[in-house]
């Protein structure tokens, strides 16, 4: 049987799918508002979180030859609160170690592998993936280079702006490369 598995697409929320470092008085172009109330934001004092999303987002994403698992710290809550408004359907989730290393490229802290990284080569288990995340840096992309036996493409998503044609251009033509399998 000659079945072709597709690579894995581990998705981000934050950043890649709603571009919370955009300029909070104006909403990006082709976005609608959500407020959300998810885990942490359940008090009724607080201010419900507000998400930008694309909803175009999600056929785009479900037209890409890859197998979609949310990669986010929304985990399991990725499949009520995102997944709904993008069309996606219910997603594998990865889930993460109770204690998180604090890192964020954001932060002033010394540079440091991704806090998700580990748990993301563990989760491939040498199976090709891309990931989509915001805070990806060159660490990163040594320890999963250092560790990971599959083919991998980490792919940082500005923040500001979430992701754009060229974003999914870059995913669709990693894939085809991969299923081509290219002789160098
Ligand atoms: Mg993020």
């Given at each position: 049987?000659?079945?072709v598995t ?19 008085s104006?909403?990006?172009?082709g ?8 885990t ?6 607080q ?5 930008w ?6 056929a ?5 030859p ?22 996606l ?5 990865i ?20 806090w998700?990284t580990?748990?993301?080569?563990k989760?491939?288990d040498?199976?090709p993936f ?16 250092r ?15 979430g992701?754009?044609p ?6 669709s033509?990693?894939?085809a ?8």
């Amino acid at each position: 049987m000659d079945t072709v598995t597709p690579p894995l697409l581990l998705l981000d929320v934050d950043g890649p799918l709603n571009p919370w470092m955009a300029k909070p008085s104006r909403r990006p172009e082709g976005y609608t508002t959500h407020r959300m109330r998810p885990t942490g934001w359940e008090q009724p004092y607080q201010k419900p979180l507000r998400v930008w999303l694309n909803h175009g987002h999600g056929a785009v994403l479900l037209s890409l030859p890859f197998s979609l698992v949310w990669a986010t710290t929304w985990t399991h809550e990725a499949n009520e609160w995102i997944g709904p408004h993008l069309g996606l359907p219910k997603l594998p989730v990865i889930t993460w170690p109770d204690e998180r290393p604090q890192s964020s490229p954001y932060w002033k802290a010394p540079p440091a592998v991704h806090w998700k990284t580990a748990t993301i080569v563990k989760y491939a288990d040498g199976r090709p993936f891309a990931w989509v995340d915001d805070e990806i840096t060159d660490l990163d992309r040594e320890f999963v280079a250092r560790y990971h036996g599959g083919a991998a493409l980490l792919h940082q998503v500005d923040p500001r702006v979430g992701l754009l044609p060229d974003d999914f251009a870059a995913l669709s033509a990693w894939a085809a490369e991969l299923s081509g399998g290219r002789r160098d």
